[in-house]
């Protein structure tokens, strides 16, 4: 399967602005997430890395607790591609369903 290309300057910008929650630092779509306790931002990293699988695309992610830190760049594009824009709404999909909606809420 082909990679997608890098995004041009203006699709980028375009992009950041659908993404309100997401910056780009160092060449990077990146969001902080922060969560009632350690257990719900588990279960966010959960219901993502599924996700990930889906698409084939693996975040940088960290979690401390109640903080989850996602960094989307697709490495062998260099840069950031319609992948790490797709992933970024998944992701935004997921931590905007209330909690009653989550598998397992």
Excluded: Y
Excluded at 25 to 42: I, M, N, V
Excluded at 61 to 87: K, P, Y
């Amino acid at each position: 399967m082909s990679r997608p290309a890098p995004l041009e300057r203006a699709a980028l910008d375009a992009a950041r602005a659908e993404l309100g929650a997401w910056t780009v630092e160092d060449g990077k779509l990146h969001r902080e997430l922060r969560f009632a306790d350690f257990s719900e931002a588990w279960g966010f990293m959960t219901r993502v890395a599924l996700v990930a699988e889906q698409l084939d695309h693996h975040p940088e992610w960290s979690n401390v607790w109640a903080t989850v830190v996602i960094d989307l760049v697709t490495h062998d594009a260099n840069g950031i591609t319609e992948l790490d824009v797709a992933f970024a709404r998944r992701v935004d999909a997921i931590a905007s369903a209330p909690p009653a909606a989550r598998p397992g809420g």
